[in-house]
């Protein structure tokens, strides 16, 4: 197979050139499938200075006119939406079916801020007297740092650049070092529509090295990460040295509650599907499952029925699989010791808990369910990020609910119930930023999603996202 080769983006130009570069695993079978180049400090500066001088002429860009580009970026990322999802794939492991969805989302969103972007207005007052004319205008921020997961690694990265552009800033993306490849046809997209130069600019290699410096630049006026809790962390405190302003999309441990009086087919279906897919590399993946104990029984033997019939495959050759491998061996890693750290605390191994036999390369792993969990085991605790369900009895509604905000966490949260009185009640006790009920749609285009405590600071995919990368301004007129 040819290599797939990357490039960065700077100042509307692809950049294969580099001393170093770095290669993207196909986790599907192991082998090197494309490289990126390594951005030296050379490349940052460059870019810094191309995206700050960019800004002058893109912030004063009539709406209408970012608007219209926003529009043609969304046709531009449909025309190439096969050949994306196809390397989305391959660097990523998701089934091409996924993918596909994936890169739909990433072009649905370009159009979605295209029009909400002309529904930013500011506030004229006349409070003060009559010769006081005060107004209050929004305004964008500067060069934004947008840094990106390989989980979504599009999608996530869509949900950064479109708001950020809409609104008339000019922004530097560094995607995953897993998966780059995908990032950079995306973007390459949004170029290709009619972006002026350096106006979106894209630089790889490793996250501690490209993004530090990024956050150095007194040019750069915001960084929008979507990452690990702990990464988020690191960066929030380099970043307040520096006073840049921060929206963080981190880590989820995300709980459902199922009551008794739930529909158990649906609620079984729905948590098969947010507990395992994507291998469970999802923020917002169901990681704790509490069942009302009088159902606990009839719940695990449906849930370990239904996780048998999913279809495990490599994504290319088998498109509509419902899961593929995970996108690293470290992912793996990490799974196994937790369920290993599971079985050592008394729990109990009910399905899954390896790599399945039929696959001697790949970082592919059965989808795993332990009963007989305890608040003490890891995988109750820390985000796994990988397919493992486990699953705990709970008493009554107070007990369930306790639980569920005993975490650190609190990005979603899900309840089963046709008891709606119980259903309101449950949903404003959560402390999670979402809480879907009888449904596992955690993050919709058009809805505000951000974590709670240590699960982030801010929103996105919403309108109240394009706030987040715009300053207010005062202005008051003595006339
Ligand atoms: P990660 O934190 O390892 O990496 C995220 C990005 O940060 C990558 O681009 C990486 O290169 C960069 N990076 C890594 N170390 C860095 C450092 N020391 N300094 C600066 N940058 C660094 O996360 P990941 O493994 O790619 O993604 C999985 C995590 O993302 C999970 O915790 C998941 O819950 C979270 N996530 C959150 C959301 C959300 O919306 N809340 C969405 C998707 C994923």
Not at 5 to 14: D, S
Not at 111 to 119: G, I, M, Q
Not at 240 to 265: C, H, Q, R, W
Not at 351 to 357: M, T
């Amino acid at each position: 197979m040819t290599l797939a080769k990357g490039f960065m983006i700077i100042n509307g130009k692809k950049v294969f050139d580099s001393k170093d570069t770095m290669q993207v695993i196909n986790p599907a079978t192991e082998e090197v499938m494309g490289e990126v180049p390594v951005a030296n400090k050379e490349d940052i500066d460059k870019t810094i200075d191309i995206a700050q001088k960019s800004f002058l002429n893109w912030s004063r860009e009539n709406p209408r006119t970012r608007s219209k580009i926003l529009h043609a970026a969304a046709e531009r990322v449909r025309e190439e939406a096969e050949k994306i999802a196809e390397i989305l794939t391959l660097e990523q492991g998701k089934p091409l079916k996924e993918a596909r969805g994936e890169i739909k989302v990433s072009a649905d969103i370009l159009d979605f801020y295209a029009e909400e972007l002309k529904r930013v207005k500011g506030i004229n007052y006349w409070m003060d007297s009559n010769y006081i004319k005060s107004q209050v205008i929004y305004q964008p921020i500067g060069v934004i740092g947008a840094i990106t997961p390989f989980n979504y690694p599009v999608s996530l990265t869509a949900f950064k650049v479109a708001p950020a552009l809409a609104t008339g800033n000019t922004v530097i993306v560094k995607p995953s070092s897993l998966t780059p490849l995908s990032v950079i046809y995306y973007l390459n997209c949004i170029i290709e529509a009619g972006l002026p130069d350096g106006v979106l600019n894209c630089l790889t290699g490793p996250g501690g090295q490209v993004v530090e410096y990024l956050l150095e630049s007194p040019a750069i006026g915001k960084v929008s990460f979507t990452g690990s809790t702990e990464t988020g962390r690191k960066i929030m405190s380099k970043a307040g040295k520096y006073l840049k302003k921060m929206t963080l999309e981190l880590g989820g441990n995300s709980p459902v509650l199922i009551f008794k009086d739930a529909d158990i087919e649906r609620a079984v279906n729905d948590c098969v599907y947010r507990s395992f897919r994507n291998m469970g590399q999802i923020c917002n993946s169901i990681n704790r499952i509490y069942v009302e104990k009088s159902i606990m029984d009839d719940f695990v033997n449906s849930f370990i029925d239904k996780s048998k019939s999913l279809v495990i495959d490599n994504g290319i050759k088998n498109p509509d699989a419902d899961l593929g491998p995970m996108a690293s061996l470290e992912g793996v890693i990490k799974t196994e010791a937790h369920i290993k750290d599971a079985l050592k605390k008394g729990a109990c191994l009910k399905y899954g808990g390896k790599k399945p036999e039929n696959f001697k390369k790949g970082f592919f792993f059965e989808p795993t369910v332990v009963t007989n969990v305890n608040c003490q085991m890891m995988i109750m605790n820390e985000e796994t990020f990988g397919p493992v369900a486990p699953i705990m009895g709970f008493e009554d509604l107070e007990e369930g609910i306790r639980l569920s905000n005993r975490s650190p966490y609190g990005l979603v949260s899900y309840v089963y119930t046709k008891d709606l009185s119980k259903a309101i009640y449950v949903s404003e006790n959560l402390q999670f930023g979402t809480v879907g009920i009888n449904n596992i749609i955690g993050a919709e285009v058009g809805y505000p999603y951000g974590g709670w405590k240590d699960s982030g600071i801010g929103v996105e995919v919403s309108e109240h996202a394009l706030y987040e990368y715009l300053n207010l301004k005062h202005i008051r007129i003595k006339i």
